[in-house]
């Protein structure tokens, strides 16, 4: 018996780790070597690729591709549709899986409905990306980040409220 949820239309491959108290929902596929923690919620049509790591109580909502490379530490938010890259030039006809490169989503951040996250950049500690936005570049602990390319609009606090 496991100490997570999953629906019966979700796919959990062998050597997958998922913490206490997860919830996975329809049509989801969590890939083996992805490491899941306590208490998250994983949205409809998800997928969690091997090497991915989500701290506890992160929420992904329906239709988000997490790729390799991505880890999102503790209380992160990924809203519905966004978007993970891994690779800077892709070509479905060179294999540049030794090219992936590393992304980072740190405590508490927010990245909103459609957002496109590029590889190889940091999401700040509590930050708030937009939904939409394209984030092409690091953004600090606290930003909030709008528009394509992503850009420093504002502040907000731990709770997502605006500040001057």
Same mark, same amino acid.
């Given at each position: 018996?496991?100490?997570y949820?999953?629906?019966?239309?979700?796919?959990?491959?062998?050597?997958?780790?998922?913490?206490?108290?997860?919830?996975?929902?329809? +049509?989801?596929?969590?890939?083996?070597?992805?490491?899941?923690?306590?208490?998250?919620?994983?949205?409809q049509?998800?997928?969690?690729?091997?090497?991915?790591?989500?701290?506890?109580?992160?929420?992904v909502?329906n239709?988000?591709?997490v790729?390799?490379?991505?880890?999102?530490?503790?209380?992160?938010f990924?809203?519905?549709?966004?978007?993970?890259?891994?690779?800077?030039?892709?070509?479905? +006809?060179i294999?540049?899986?030794?090219? +992936?490169?590393?992304?980072?989503v740190?405590?508490?951040?927010?990245?909103?409905?459609?957002?496109?996250?590029?590889?190889?950049?940091?999401?700040?500690?509590y930050?708030?990306?937009?939904?939409?936005?394209?984030?092409t570049?690091?953004?600090?602990?606290?930003?909030?980040?709008?528009?394509?390319?992503?850009?420093?609009?504002?502040?907000?606090d731990?709770?997502g409220?605006?500040?001057?």
């Amino acid at each position: 018996m496991s100490n997570y949820q999953a629906h019966q239309t979700a796919i959990i491959d062998e050597g997958a780790e998922i913490g206490k108290g997860t919830k996975i929902w329809h +049509f989801s596929h969590i890939m083996s070597g992805a490491v899941i923690g306590e208490n998250c919620n994983i949205g409809q049509n998800v997928v969690i690729s091997p090497k991915v790591s989500l701290g506890n109580n992160v929420k992904v909502q329906n239709n988000v591709s997490v790729y390799t490379g991505v880890t999102c530490e503790d209380g992160v938010f990924l809203g519905p549709g966004c978007v993970f890259t891994n690779i800077l030039t892709p070509r479905s +006809f060179i294999s540049r899986k030794d090219e +992936f490169k590393s992304t980072f989503v740190k405590r508490g951040a927010s990245i909103g409905a459609n957002a496109t996250i590029l590889c190889g950049i940091t999401i700040g500690e509590y930050a708030m990306v937009g939904a939409g936005a394209v984030v092409t570049k690091d953004a600090p602990p606290f930003a909030l980040i709008v528009g394509n390319p992503g850009r420093q609009v504002g502040a907000v606090d731990k709770e997502g409220n605006t500040v001057s």
